[in-house]
């Protein structure tokens, strides 16, 4: 299974949303399951770290969004900080052959990064239904259920 950011990543949409789904912090209630930050974390820790309204969560959601703005060199920057990737990540060449090697790389980190995090929720996932199957199968046709 591959992620729908995987196979277009050629737009700045494309590459922030999948900043997104693989820096997703694991969840505190639920170990092995990671869940994305909100536009609203994203500004806020943003506008925490540079000057209070340096970015809005609703300009975060209209970026990403594939008909979205292109943000200025400073915008991006903040991303680029926020998920701790190299500023030339977000530069979108004409050409697949004028991204550098760093930004390459880091793409091909994210997707397999991801690739594996799906395998393993798959894995979990199967785990849980061949726990709940082998439960089922004590139960009693006949029994009624708790009131």
Known sequence: MTSP????QSS???RLNLLFEACAPEDSNNPGRY???KNQQVADEINRRNEEGSITAEYIRRLRREDGPTPSIEKASYLA???????????LPSDAAES???????LKELNRFLV????SDENEENETLRVLARSARGL????????
């Open 5 to 8: 950011h995987a196979q277009r």
């Open 12 to 14: 700045f949409a494309a």
């Open 35 to 37: 869940v994305e930050y």
């Open 81 to 91: 900080d926020f998920f701790k990737v190299p500023l030339d990540y977000f530069r």
């Open 100 to 106: 550098s090697a760093v930004v390459q790389s880091v």
């Open 116 to 119: 594996e995090r799906r395998k």
């Open 140 to 147: 009693s046709p006949r029994a009624k259920p708790a009131p």
